[in-house]
């Protein structure tokens, strides 16, 4: 069965202290993986993905993700938090058959001031 | 490009209502969309996806004849709540597969979501 984990429900870090968010996945052929960010009710908005390509993927805000096979994880970094960070985060795989979309449980990043 | 939205942003209503929730891809033609629901500080819950010409398929545990959905056109899928409860009160997110310039692979593009309260 596919599956994206998010092993850390809640993230806390310093400011200008540099983030990890961890992902990491099971699904069949190639994957593709997605990074969004949700601020409180509202969408998801989109942080980066990774398709095929270089491993280390750069996206909005700062944010960078690498994709490592080896491991089957897709880690979302950036080199220094800001409060404005502060937020939920998901790792998604998509199937590449149905399109479908495989939503991890989500991490909610908090950033000290 | 590849802007979807929403429509309404939030709404209430009284329990045993009917609630059309509108998601409209508005640059591009989505032959599919997708319908999740979200429960506060969860993550989200595909209920159903949607295709343009054709019946939606549920996923397991999804009531089909209360999440209506109906595709008619390539940039408009509604989800039609009907005979509303307070436990259907939930966030409720769109999203329309499009061309996300990658070769090969179709991605979603999410509406903004809707808040659903039943009284």
């Known amino acids: 069965a596919q599956s994206v984990a998010q092993p850390e429900d809640q993230v806390n870090v310093a400011e200008g202290n540099p983030l990890t968010v961890k992902c990491t996945y099971s699904v069949s052929g190639n994957p593709y993986l997605f990074w969004y960010v949700q601020y409180p009710n509202r969408g998801l908005q989109f942080l980066l993905k990774y398709i095929t390509g270089d491993n280390l993927v750069k996206g909005s805000y700062g944010f960078e993700a690498e994709f490592n096979k080896s491991q089957t994880s897709f880690h979302l970094k950036k080199p220094s938090a800001l409060v404005s960070d502060s937020a939920l985060y998901f790792c998604a795989g998509g199937d590449s058959g149905t399109y479908k979309y495989i939503f991890g449980t989500g991490t909610r990043l908090k950033v000290l001031a | 490009g590849a802007v979807v939205s929403q429509h309404p942003s939030w709404v209430i209503c009284k329990s045993g209502t009917s609630v059309k929730i509108e998601c409209r891809s508005l640059d591009f033609q989505a032959t599919t969309m997708f319908w999740y629901r979200q429960f506060p500080k969860q993550s989200l819950m595909l209920m159903a996806t949607s295709n343009e010409g054709s019946k939606a398929t549920y996923e397991q545990g999804v009531e089909k004849d209360k999440f209506l959905i109906n595709h008619a056109s390539l940039t408009l899928s509604t989800l039609t709540v009907t005979s509303a409860h307070p436990e259907d009160s939930s966030f409720y997110i769109c999203?329309?597969?499009?061309?996300?310039?990658?070769?090969?692979?179709?991605?979603?593009?999410f509406g903004p979501g809707t808040r659903l309260t039943v009284l």
């Open positions: 999203s329309a597969n499009g061309a996300g310039g990658s070769i090969g692979y179709n991605e979603q593009f």
